[in-house]
């Protein structure tokens, strides 16, 4: 017979509070995922993606505005990516919907996010620790981070890494600083060495984002185009994901989506994707974890106990308050494997191996859900940001009035 997760996973307890804090609704994890299949033969990186072996990789889904279903209205143009890989390189074709292509960096190594911008976000080990960022924009100019791990959880970005060996290129279906025009679009192109990532094989899952920053607020001055005074900053970018992280903050890796290493050729078979187990209590840890920082950022302390963060523990997870702001979570899954996360997000994992062999002998498990996942996201305006992300926003805005470093924001403010 199969194991059955216990009922109380179909369900998300609030306990009454007095003094309850007005948290953030619950966003979902998405859960995106993408089979990223061989290339038949080393892809020559000159921005045509409309090339056969691409023709027969699969896009992802149109990117979505960063919030989710808190701003369910639709980017304003439309953007997608496709992947495929073989021994030395991760391949990467992202299609950007454009009628006023433009650009002013042309300089390696600045803030690219300045201008409008691709950006890739990938994490080998999943674990949010050591990530790359690089970001591009219409000129193929360049930037690469090393992240330690996220910025709203201290991490620190090394921004003179380079990822010896990249390939990319950008083609233009217009003309770039030409107002006078109307576009296409340009498309991006990328050969992203593993010798800079890290070991992959058939079946290897990482953790993978894209995300595009526009500015809309454009203007057409003297025949040049000019941000309009005023939005020159943080906050007034539009930021369109291929995952949406529920929060004006890209660096999310827990809620990136996943990419699995197929062993076919693109064209030559189908592949699923393979879930590992455990996947619910790690994404469980993340919600509470989630939950404790908006508690601690609105009352200035941290929570003692469940109660507090108006939850009950239908999971058993183990809470323990340590100082300074930190915190560690552990829970113990039905296959016997243990479940660590700190405030740092540091996930780890032990296997309790008599457990495990005695789960097995049952014949297996059948995949649980996340219970502290509602099936509600509760309400929020179409056109702006609620609760904990309005007031940090707010406060952003309020530290930093003028042209600033986002990631710096994010590290100091959190």
């Not at 953030?24 to 056969?52: M, R």
Request: contains cysteine; negative net charge.
């Amino acid at each position: 017979m199969k194991f059955k997760i216990l009922s109380f996973l179909s369900f998300f307890f609030f306990v009454y509070s007095a003094n309850a804090v007005e948290f953030e609704p619950y966003f979902p994890f998405l859960n995106l995922s993408y089979i990223v299949y061989q290339a038949p033969q080393p892809i020559e990186i000159d921005g045509n993606i409309y090339t056969p072996e691409w023709e027969k990789a699969t896009w992802t889904e149109d990117f979505q505005d960063i919030r989710g279903e808190r701003h369910p209205e639709k980017p304003k143009y439309r953007t997608r990516a496709k992947m495929l890989w073989d021994r030395n390189y991760l391949y990467i074709a992202v299609e950007i919907e454009e009628p006023h292509i433009w650009a002013t960096i042309t300089e390696r190594d600045k803030v690219i996010y300045n201008d409008n911008d691709i950006e890739v976000f990938i994490d080998p080990t999943g674990n949010g620790k050591q990530y790359r960022e690089f970001e591009f924009n219409a000129f193929n100019s360049q930037w690469e981070l090393l992240l330690t791990s996220p910025p709203y959880r201290g991490g620190t970005s090394f921004t003179e890494w380079d990822c010896k060996g990249l390939k990319t290129a950008v083609k233009l279906y217009g003309t770039i600083n030409d107002p006078s025009d109307t576009d296409e679009k340009w498309t991006f192109e990328a050969a992203i060495p593993f010798s800079s990532l890290g070991f992959v094989r058939p079946g290897s899952q990482w953790r993978l984002n894209f995300s595009r920053v526009e500015w809309l607020k454009v203007i057409v001055e003297n025949g040049k185009y000019k941000k309009i005074e005023g939005t020159n900053r943080f906050g007034f970018e539009e930021n369109w994901l291929w995952a949406p992280t529920g929060a004006i903050d890209a660096h999310r890796p827990e809620r990136w989506g996943w990419i699995q290493f197929a062993g076919t050729i693109v064209g030559e078979g189908k592949e699923e994707f393979n879930w590992n187990n455990g996947h619910e209590y790690k994404e469980a840890l993340w919600t509470i974890s989630n939950r404790i920082q908006q508690y601690t950022f609105l009352t200035g302390k941290m929570p003692k106990t469940f109660e507090d963060l108006e939850l009950d523990n239908p999971m058993g997870i183990k809470y323990i308050p340590l100082e300074d702001k930190e915190f560690y979570l552990s829970v113990v899954s039905d296959m016997g494997t243990t479940y660590t996360l700190t405030n740092e997000g540091v996930m780890k994992s032990s296997i309790n191996r008599e457990k495990l062999k005695r789960m097995m002998e049952l014949g297996g498990r059948t995949p649980g859900v996340n219970p502290y996942a509602p099936n509600w996201l509760g309400t929020a305006p179409a056109d702006s940001i609620s609760g904990w992300y309005q007031k940090s926003l707010q406060m952003r805005r309020k530290m930093n009035p003028g042209p600033i470093d986002t990631l710096k924001v994010l590290r100091n403010f959190y």
